[in-house]
């Protein structure tokens, strides 16, 4: 046979320490339960790398120890960390260096989105011309920038929004300023039977127009006067429709795809109509069961699938400065 499945390969969680067992812990993946690769000597791979991956929340989220994103990995160990992101829609690293190197950031990313394209965002204007696909985001000491403050899936109002986002901290506050996320999985399957196949019927309307429109701080933002710099697109005022029940297409999972940054009414409904169901299900998606709390130090990194979860920053404490680079994989049509 061409590809062989990786029987072999020992599962590690016999591998892992055992002095804190009150430690939420699990190995990361073996390759039997991934998917085929080619055929090697076994003399020829790359031993798999140790991980130990910590739960966040029983919704969401896992933190994972033992990887430096900065060096190599074997194949094995990109396989892992894609299943590892399918499975848990968030994952956290510590003590990291992509924020100083923006190559290393980009490759990671790539590994995430096994080889898909990185995104150049619509409207915010890239760190520089040599990484157009690197997005800077400043918040000066004192400012009134509200970038991501509210729940939302990165850049919905896309016709192909995004896929993943990997955002790491380049310089944080000492306290504050964590990032929250939701498990639209969960809040899909939270739902009665009868609202599942009523909104598995509906296509709701996502727009960029409220959340970038040239108004209050952001007007400083277009005009190139603030620490965020956006530019002017047609992308402002067009609309796009995508269904409210998503698939992802990876795993099958369903998942809620609406959220209160971008969507503004159903398709074929007023915004009036649509306004008491639209309330119901972006409070419903932020219940506190369904997330999970990332706090931020020098050298995080947090990445986190679009498809089916949501986020918010939160923006507590505006005494100091927060600088944090993102890069996000571009994504397919919603189904």
């Known amino acids: 046979s061409a590809t062989l499945r990786a029987r072999a390969l020992p599962r590690l969680a016999a591998q892992w320490p055992r002095s804190n067992s009150s430690a939420m812990a699990a190995a990361m993946p073996a390759m039997d339960e991934v998917e085929d690769y080619p055929a090697t000597p076994a003399y020829a791979r790359a031993p798999p790398r140790v991980m130990e991956v910590r739960k966040l929340s029983a919704a969401l989220g ?39 190197d923006l190559e290393a950031h980009k490759r990671f990313a790539r590994v995430l989105g ?14 520089s011309s040599e990484h157009p696909d690197v997005t800077r985001i400043v918040r000066e000491a004192g400012a009134s920038t509200r970038f991501g403050e509210v729940w939302h899936s990165d850049n919905s109002f896309q016709e192909r929004p995004s896929m993943g986002s990997v955002l790491a901290a380049v310089e944080v506050p000492p306290y504050g300023n964590d990032t929250l996320f939701s498990s639209q999985v969960a809040a899909y399957d ?27 701080h952001r007007e400083a ?20 429709l995508h269904p409210v029940v998503r698939t992802h297409v990876a795993s099958g999972r369903l998942a809620l795809y609406v959220n209160s ?36 130090s020098p050298g995080t990194v947090a990445a986190w699938d679009n498809r089916v979860t949501q986020h918010l920053a939160i923006g507590d404490n505006t005494e100091h400065r927060r600088v944090m680079h993102r890069v996000t994989v571009e994504g397919e049509r919603p189904m």
């Open 114 to 127: 096994d080889g898909a394209d990185l995104e150049v965002h619509p409207i915010v204007k890239p760190i």
């Open 62 to 100: 896992a933190e994972v120890v033992g990887v430096d994103l900065s060096a190599p990995m074997s194949s094995q160990d990109e396989r892992g960390l894609r299943a590892l992101f399918r499975q848990h829609g968030v994952l956290v690293f510590r003590g990291q260096r992509l924020g100083d």
């Open 261 to 296: 940054m971008f969507t503004s009414r159903f398709e074929g409904w007023t915004e009036e109509e649509s306004a008491p169901l639209l309330k119901f299900l972006f409070d419903h998606a932020a219940k506190p069961e369904f997330t999970c709390r990332v706090t931020w």
């Open 221 to 240: 933002s277009f005009d190139g006067k603030a620490a965020m710099k956006y530019k002017e697109t047609d992308l402002l005022n067009a609309e796009v």
């Open 190 to 216: 939270a739902l009665s039977p009868a609202l599942k196949a009523q909104l598995r019927q509906l296509r709701a309307v996502h727009s960029a127009g409220a959340a970038y429109s040239r108004t209050g």
